[in-house]
């Protein structure tokens, strides 16, 4: 069964700094794009990041383009997220989503990012 | 990148069939057959129900189809049930090499 744990979700400071981890089992991790979606709070989802199977190649939404930084580790079936300059409005849910060519499946249950003072 | 433009609320009873547009530009609906559809029940993270703009992946209904006409994607679904009531969100690929998701829609079974 293809399974991925999302955890380092929660609450930090206007500017401050999470890293967000993806565990992922039941699939050849290296094969795949992996990405990252946000959902904030009552809101419609987001795309915010994609990363190519060897981790050379990344793209981000303009939202937290320079801030954001998605890579990988396949030796450890394990995707990342270093989130930077957190704002109040990175507040959300964020999944990690396996992609086949161009859609998504499956995703996490997500973990909650919340930036407040 | 704007999100795609989908009907705040649609509902139907039982047993009837609802469409749900999904309205981009030709640098992503119109441009590519990537347009994919998931749903999401509240507090749970979303599934993909259609993906390519019209296959459905193992396991989903078939009372559930997709289409596309110029910048306009749809998602209809037949025979409605009580266990459709969730929100459905559209996606496409991009002339960016990015995604963006329609801001979401939410289904009322009557």
């Known amino acids: 069964e293809v399974q991925l744990v999302e955890s380092g979700g929660g609450l930090v400071q206007p500017g401050g700094s999470l890293r967000l981890s993806c565990a992922t089992s039941?699939?050849?991790?290296?094969?795949?794009?992996m990405l990252w979606v946000r959902q904030g709070p009552g809101k419609g989802l987001v795309w915010v990041s994609r990363?190519?199977?060897?981790?050379?190649?990344?793209i981000y939404a303009d939202s937290v383009k320079g801030r954001f930084t998605i890579s990988r580790d396949n030796a450890k079936n394990t995707l990342f997220l270093q989130m930077n300059s957190l704002r109040v409005e990175d507040t959300a849910v964020y999944y990690c989503?396996?992609?086949?060519?161009?859609?998504?499946?499956?995703w996490g249950q997500g973990t909650l990012v919340t930036v407040s003072s | 990148q704007s999100a795609l433009t989908q009907p705040a609320s649609v509902s139907g009873s039982p047993g009837q069939s609802i469409t749900i547009s999904c309205t981009g530009t030709?640098?992503?609906?119109?441009?590519?057959?990537?347009v994919s559809w998931y749903q999401q029940h509240p507090g749970k993270a979303p599934k993909l129900m259609i993906y390519?703009?019209?296959n459905r992946p193992s396991g989903v209904s078939n009372r559930f189809s997709g289409s596309k006409s110029g910048n306009t994607a749809s998602l209809t679904i037949s025979g409605l049930q009580a266990e459709d009531e969730a929100d459905y969100y559209c996606?496409?690929?991009?002339?960016?090499?990015?995604?963006?998701f329609g801001g979401g829609t939410k289904l009322t079974v009557l």
């Open positions: 989503v396996r992609a086949t060519r161009y859609w998504f499946d499956p």
């Open positions: 039941g699939f050849t991790f290296r094969d795949y794009w």
């Open positions: 990363i190519d199977s060897d981790g050379i190649s990344t």
């Open positions: 030709s640098s992503d609906v119109g441009g590519y057959n990537y």
């Open positions: 390519d703009v019209t």
């Open positions: 996606n496409s690929y991009t002339s960016s090499s990015t995604w963006v």
